[in-house]
């Protein structure tokens, strides 16, 4: 087969899947199973208050504690009734958390200042859900947010060539990949051309891409979209640890839909 025949089988192809595929998607966490890392809060011995290890859980067995553990870091109650921890690195303090329980204590807020760097840099904010029951600030925690490359909201479209843009707008970034051709580099906000992916399609309702760190194959993951068009489940994992699987679900945006 010519490399004019396979071009020209692509191009049919993504056509064949612009009703089902394009538009915009929005993430759906409570559907979805993101692989950040987790925290674990447990009453400080000896003494009053708190300590908080963080961890990678296990992927076999998420709703488990760790065996082992980093070095805890002691949680002081502030008079709002949250709590804060300060980290310390070379005898100086280098972050500060704010930590905060949901009124129903199956949430949790951390918000972290860093207090070395660059002045204005914003803080960051971790969102948690409990494991498990429980009530109170002890407990195992999983993280809301993803480990790694998950958007909050996606938008496809069909570019020109029969190429694909992937956009994720909140995040300014996206790129243009020919399907079965060669690796196209991230492009937007903070992007260097590192990062690049290449794109397959496997059939009309499934496509699995690669991302390429300095060109060395780094994260894999398979697209599938659902029957009715509605929803797009991806499964993403890093080439390192093919045991960790995330699962990102999104749902096709109402006003996308609309005539489609």
């Known amino acids: 087969m010519t490399i ?37 809060i447990a009453p400080a011995a000896p003494g009053p208050g708190f300590d908080l290890r963080s961890f990678t ?3 076999n067995n998420p709703a488990s504690a760790p065996s082992a553990t980093n070095r805890p870091a002691s949680l002081v109650q502030a008079a709002d009734g949250s709590w804060s921890l300060h980290a310390v690195a070379d005898g100086h303090p280098v972050l500060s958390s704010k930590i905060t329980l949901s009124p129903d204590q199956k949430g949790l807020t951390i918000v972290t200042t860093a207090l070395e760097g660059p002045a204005g840099t914003p ?13 109170g600030l002890a407990g ?50 903070g992007e260097g051309g ?17 991302e390429f760190l300095s060109g060395k194959p780094y994260v894999q993951a398979t697209d599938s979209l659902s029957a009715d068009g509605q929803r797009l489940t991806e499964v993403s994992w890093q080439i390192d640890e093919p045991a960790v699987r995330q699962i990102a679900v999104y749902q096709r945006q109402a006003a996308a839909s609309a005539g489609r």
């Open 4 to 40: 004019a025949t396979l071009l020209v089988l692509a191009t049919t192809l993504v056509a064949q899947l612009d009703h089902a595929w394009f538009g915009d998607w929005v993430l759906d966490r409570d559907a979805s199973h993101l692989t950040g890392d987790s925290v674990v």
């Open 57 to 59: 859980p296990d992927p």
């Open 123 to 135: 803080a960051s904010t971790e969102l948690y859900d409990r494991v498990g029951a429980g009530s």
């Open 140 to 189: 195992l925690w999983g993280s809301h947010e993803s480990a790694f490359g998950v958007a909050d909201v996606l938008d496809l479209s069909l570019a020109a060539g029969g190429a694909i843009r992937w956009d994720a707008p909140k995040d300014q970034q996206f790129y243009v990949v020919r399907p079965n051709g060669p690796p196209a580099p991230y492009q937007g906000r």
């Open 194 to 210: 590192e990062i690049t992916v290449a794109l397959k399609f496997v059939s009309s309702r499934q496509l699995r891409w690669t």
